[in-house]
């Protein structure tokens, strides 16, 4: 069997069994957090909100809260494990190891891409207590979890190669990717903004991840759901070249 | 064949600091080679270029005629490795981490696990394959980390001062484990603060001062370069020092002298000259090393 095909299954094995050995932390918290989103902004404030594009506001949180689990799940993942390695300077282990570049980054955004989707999964499953998803179309639902999942586990490693301490890792999560989420449409349709906000919204890339997402479920978003898919495979295929030029560089894990 | 050659070594860190100039540096297939040097020398800068963990600014290094410029990944598949600091991950069990070891080094999960099983067997692990490793003892986790070094079956083993923090006895173990890895045809090449161990196992020594190369010969040949050494007597009574004051004899107590012995001179002249004034001698040791002693003569 090909040596570095056996490196990339020797860190997903090492990967997933970090992510199963603390799961209070990596599959416990997400479950708690989206099931409070369902009870406070589905039930409590939900009930006040009519339907939006004719599906009740319960439902339409369903794909947004499966999509914030899946990138907070994914980007966490890949930037606390590859920071954690370098931290411990566990990553040597690699470095000093034949492995090229590309199966370190593909080894860790599989596990990022791993772990969104379980905790994809099971986000759904909670919210067939709060309501009765249905899912319109499987195959774009699939590609959006997975290529979604793989942009911020390519984004995480790259904060993973750069942090040089934990106030770093947490910054890029608090300061940036919680105000996209936030204002990435999982709580309203910017169809319902006015027309400035609407197109503030639309230079938000996750608005696209959301919508596309939420197009797989209902049949419709806000955006065109073939530029979301374009815009989702472009991000990936640029991060994975960043990263690749990263390690191959050296920069911020050696010297 | 040989196992390590640098050329015109050169590294200077994006602060500015020039920590490798212009090394030159030939190890033999088989040696035991020992890198010597205070902190800060360079020893480190030098085997983190070899095993990858730093990029040289210039000069070429080849392992077993491998360029790690061009062929690198061959030529790590022939190190072993193992660093200054514990760098496992804390809280995998011993053998998920030997085994993880040789998976990165494209080597399959079932012979993964012998090889695991055969090294932490050797380095007397293996009871304690399903601990984690962060409950491991200091001297555990140093055999860990030679454990983990060892797995793919090195034809090189890079040690960065392997026996620091470690107990006596353990050293001697590990010592005598290191020999024999060398004397199974593995060359050793290693950076060490005690130079009794440069003395006890390696045949070839560097010694470097501030980035450069001040002295590479046979650790028999260095041994030969110090000129003087001073011997601890122990006698069982002090008698007068008159018969033997051309030795310019310091008594340290009732019991104990100190004699500077010139290259020239024989020890064994001076012990005649001992008893035949009287006095008992129950001991006699160099009070440093040879070793030592050049070493400190060359920083």
């Known amino acids: 069997m090909n040596s570095q095909w056996i490196a990339f299954q020797t860190l997903v094995r090492k990967e997933v069994a970090r992510i199963l050995r603390i799961w209070t932390q990596t599959l416990l918290p997400p479950l708690v957090t989206q099931t409070l989103y369902f009870i406070i902004f589905g039930k409590f404030i939900g009930s006040q909100v009519g339907p939006i594009h004719g599906i009740s506001y319960m439902s339409f949180l369903v794909p947004g809260l499966v999509m914030m689990a899946v990138i907070n799940s994914a980007y966490s993942n890949v930037v606390s494990s590859f920071f954690g390695a370098k931290f411990q300077r566990n990553i040597e282990e690699m470095l000093v190891a034949p492995m090229h570049e590309w199966v370190i980054v593909a080894g860790y955004i599989c596990t990022g891409i791993m772990r969104g989707i379980v905790v994809g999964i099971l986000v759904f499953l909670v919210s067939c207590f709060f309501t009765h998803p249905a899912i319109d179309h499987i195959g774009i639902v699939i590609m959006f979890i997975i290529l979604t999942a793989a942009v911020f586990s390519l984004a995480g490693l790259i904060n993973g190669i750069f942090a040089k301490n934990f106030d770093e890792v947490a910054m890029f999560q608090n300061f940036i990717l919680v105000p996209l989420i936030y204002l990435g449409g999982i709580f309203y349709s910017i169809l319902k903004l006015p027309v400035f906000w609407q197109n503030v919204s639309k230079l938000n890339p996750l608005l696209y991840m959301v919508n596309g997402f939420r197009f797989g479920f209902f049949g419709f978003c806000d955006v065109s759901v073939i530029f979301s898919a374009g815009l989702l495979i472009f991000l990936t295929l640029v991060l994975w070249q960043v990263n690749i030029w990263l390690l191959k560089n050296g920069i911020g894990i050696k010297n | ?299």
């Not at chain 2, 050793?188 to 020594?205: D, F, G, K």
């Not at chain 2, 501030?210 to 011997?231: A, F, H, M, P």
């Open chain 2, 1 to 299: 064949m040989n196992a390590i050659e640098i050329n015109n070594l050169v590294k200077i860190y994006k602060t500015g600091t020039r920590a490798v100039k212009g090394v030159n540096l030939t190890v033999a297939k088989g040696d035991f080679f020992a890198l010597l040097g205070a902190n800060g020398a360079g020893k480190t800068t030098i085997i983190s270029i070899l095993i990858g963990l730093v990029n040289k600014t210039s000069g070429s290094v080849k392992i077993f005629n491998y360029d790690i410029d061009r062929q690198f990944d061959q030529a790590k598949r022939i190190m072993g490795v193992v660093p200054q600091e514990f760098n496992f991950h804390m809280f995998e069990k011993v053998q998920d981490i030997v085994a993880t070891q040789a998976g990165f080094y494209g080597i399959d999960r079932v012979t993964a696990l012998t090889n695991s099983e055969e090294v932490l067997k050797k380095v007397g692990l293996w009871e304690k394959r399903s601990s984690i490793a962060r409950t491991l003892s200091g001297g555990l986790k140093r055999r860990l980390m030679i454990a983990r070094a060892l797995v793919h079956k090195p034809e090189i083993l890079i040690l960065d001062e392997p026996t620091a923090g470690v107990d006596v006895q353990l050293r001697f173990g590990m010592w005598d484990y290191l020999r024999e890895l060398n004397a199974g045809g593995v060359t050793i090449l290693l950076t060490t603060h005690y130079l009794e161990e440069v003395q006890q196992m390696c045949r070839h020594a560097a010694i470097l001062k501030e980035g450069e190369i001040v002295r590479l010969d046979s650790v028999k040949n260095l041994n030969k370069l110090i000129q003087q050494e001073t011997y601890v007597i122990t006698v069982r009574n002090m008698q007068p020092l008159d018969g033997i004051q051309s030795y310019a004899p310091v008594v340290i107590d009732e019991h104990t002298l100190e004699v500077n012995l010139n290259r020239d001179e024989q020890l064994n002249d001076l012990l005649i000259k001992l008893i035949q004034n009287g006095f008992a001698v129950t001991d006699v040791h160099p009070k440093e090393h040879r070793l030592e002693r050049l070493f400190l003569s060359l920083l």
